[in-house]
């Protein structure tokens, strides 16, 4: 089995996979920006169970062409909608690729277009696209398609992918937990970073102030997004009770390791779900927040 994985949360999802699957797999790492080389060091360094993993830049050909059995971090990539156009995989595994693994259940179920949300695609891609579909429905039609998410589908859901062929498993962060080192945070709030001000989704000044508000009666502990701007962090860092934790690991890594009562703030995201599976039992609180 390979694994082709584009960012941090696919690396830690295709440990997942393995775990689950009780084999060692190789990896296809993209080189794709903060925290994937250092995430990639952590996990092994954890004791991931990857035979190798090899940094790659665009399409690995040869890699999945030598090994047609795939676990793939991003079923909306557009490489690998031409990859699998072109190469024919003969088993495919779809990880988490963050919340759009529900949108990807929909997508195969043809219920919406095989494209990501609120994504406007031109001809080529949704060609692409139309051509992976089809290639992942084939594998379906032989029981060779499988989702392993930590996201819920819903009954309904998982009900219509089994009638088309295709499994689902959801997991719980098992090997995650399992390998994690405990963690002392210098207090008991934790405050999330978010990729929205890199997005261009929310005013940068009115995030600063989201952050500033957050810490002004009570000092907070905060991760930084990996997409984080410097210049905002730089800022994040000068303010009156935030202590600024970097660790260049997904916020998933980090707080595995967490042993006691916390309380977790942040702005709409995913890692919402995920963290209440990794801190449940530890009696910590999550709260999504909004920016007022």
């Not at 819903?154 to 062929?165: K, M, N, P």
């Not at 080192?181 to 997005?199: F, I, K, Q, T």
Request: no cysteine; aromatic share 6%; charged share 25%.
């Amino acid at each position: 089995m390979l694994a082709w994985v584009e960012s941090p949360f696919q690396l830690l999802s295709a440990a997942e996979w393995a775990h689950a699957a009780g084999r060692r797999i190789s990896v296809a790492m993209r080189l794709s920006g903060p925290q994937m080389e250092t995430t990639a060091a952590e996990l092994l360094r954890r004791g991931a169970p990857f035979s190798e993993i090899t940094p790659w830049v665009g399409i690995p050909w040869g890699l999945l062409a030598g090994d047609r059995d795939w676990a793939i971090g991003d079923g909306f990539s557009g490489q690998f909608r031409l990859a699998a156009s072109v190469l024919r995989p003969r088993r495919v595994a779809l990880l988490d690729d963050g919340a759009n693994t529900v949108a990807l259940a929909d997508a195969l179920l043809d219920r919406t277009p095989f494209r990501r949300p609120r994504r406007h695609e031109g001809g080529v891609s949704r060609l692409l696209g139309e051509l992976a579909k089809h290639r992942l429905h084939a594998l379906a039609d032989r029981e060779s398609v499988e989702l392993f998410t930590v996201f819920p589908l819903g009954a309904q859901r998982i009900d219509a992918l089994a009638a088309r062929g295709m499994s689902a498993r959801r997991h719980d962060f098992a090997w995650t937990r399992s390998a994690a080192d405990p963690l002392e945070l210098p207090g008991d709030r934790v405050l999330l970073g978010s990729s929205l001000p890199a997005d261009g989704r929310v005013p940068v000044p009115d995030y600063l102030a989201w952050v500033s508000r957050q810490a002004r009666d009570e000092p907070v502990v905060y991760l930084p997004h990996r997409r984080e701007r410097r210049e905002v962090l730089d800022e994040v860092k000068r303010m009156p009770g935030v202590t600024v934790l970097e660790t260049g690991l997904p916020v998933e890594l980090v707080l595995a390791g967490i042993r006691r009562p916390i309380e977790l703030v942040s702005l709409q995201t995913s890692a919402a779900t995920t963290l209440e599976l990794l801190l449940g039992g530890t009696g910590s609180v999550i709260r999504q927040s909004v920016l007022t």
